[in-house]
């Protein structure tokens, strides 16, 4: 059974800082989504990475997927607060029908 | 276009009651997909729906069952019902051909008392 670990856990910083949250796979990845989910709300996509080493961005996130597919990065920078949420990695199996495996996120906090 | 909406928004219920959770797609998808949501993790996958029949499961028990109608809608059982089922579950939806691109409802809260 495939294990995602996100680091970390929590975060609490103030506006404009720069911030780095991990996602981590005990297995190879297929591919890898980032979800942000804010409190009462479902999980929004934000992006999909495919191929070992891409790099997308998206205004002020940026994502990596490492080379060997085992691990992945978002990055943001000058944070607002309308960032604050929980930040979620999934992993896409299950063939055609597509399932996600997602770790347990990484509550993020931005203070104005 | 309306999103994903899923109802109740809240439910309480007692263990070993019985409970239905609906769920109506983003119009133009046909696949439904249910998650459940523990009190700080991550939503943890029940099965998938298309074409009316469960495509894929996740490691859950019999007694969670659903069920897809001819208009894609989608509904959630869960039999005798324990403590550990209070969750938010969550609806996700998608078209065949961009499975992986899905969109979540807002979910439906349930405490088991």
């Known amino acids: 059974t495939q294990l995602l670990e996100q680091s970390p856990q929590f975060l609490s910083i103030q506006e404009g800082e720069n911030l780095t949250v991990y996602c981590n796979s005990s297995?190879?990845?297929?591919?890898l989504q980032w979800y942000r989910q804010e409190p009462g709300e479902g999980p929004v996509l934000l992006v999909t990475v495919v191929t070992g080493g891409e790099v997308k961005k998206l205004k002020r996130l940026t994502f990596q997927f490492g080379d060997a597919r085992k691990d992945s990065s978002l990055h943001i920078t000058a944070a607002q607060p309308g960032d604050t949420g929980l930040y979620l990695c999934?992993?896409?199996?299950?063939?055609?029908?597509?399932?996600?495996?997602f770790g347990k996120g990484t509550l993020l906090t931005v203070n104005p | 276009d309306a999103g994903v909406t899923q109802s109740p928004t809240h439910l309480i219920k007692t263990r070993g009651q019985q409970v239905t959770l609906r769920c109506s797609p983003k119009s133009g998808h046909d696949t439904v997909s249910w998650y459940q949501q523990a009190l700080g993790q991550g939503p943890q996958f029940i099965f998938q729906?298309?074409?009316?029949?469960?495509?894929q499961r996740g490691n859950f028990p019999d007694r969670f069952s659903g069920h897809q109608f001819p208009n894609y809608s989608s509904e959630l059982n869960v039999n005798a019902l324990l403590l550990g089922d209070s969750a938010l579950y969550l609806c996700?939806?998608?078209?065949?051909?961009?499975?992986?691109?899905?969109?979540f409802g807002s979910g439906t809260q349930l405490s088991v008392l």
């Open positions: 996700a939806s998608s078209q065949v051909g961009r499975r992986e691109k899905l969109f």
């Open positions: 297995s190879v990845f297929s591919s």
């Open positions: 999934a992993d896409i199996s299950g063939g055609s029908n597509y399932k996600l495996t």
């Open positions: 729906y298309y074409e009316e029949e469960e495509r």
